[in-house]
């Protein structure tokens, strides 16, 4: 789960707020926590709705998407 409150999220949640064009995520890591239950659940082959899963994240970089096409 992502700490929101932490103050480097802050700082990625302000610096989104203020794209207007686009956010674009690039995964950056070097390995999977084993015991992370959705790396599990993938690992095994289970089907998510990563929208679903991950409602915080789609809608935080949404915004940017939402206000530049409506």
């Not at 802050?10 to 690039?26: P, Q």
């Not at 890591?29 to 929208?51: E, K, L, Q, V």
């Amino acid at each position: 789960m992502i700490d929101w409150s932490s103050s480097t999220t802050t700082a990625v949640r302000e610096a989104l707020a203020k794209a207007r064009n686009s956010a674009v995520h690039l995964e950056m890591r070097d390995i999977y926590t084993p015991d992370d239950p959705h790396f599990a659940d993938w690992r095994a082959g289970g089907r998510f709705d990563p929208a679903e899963r991950w409602r915080s994240w789609f809608d935080l970089v949404g915004r940017p998407f939402r206000a530049a096409f409506g």
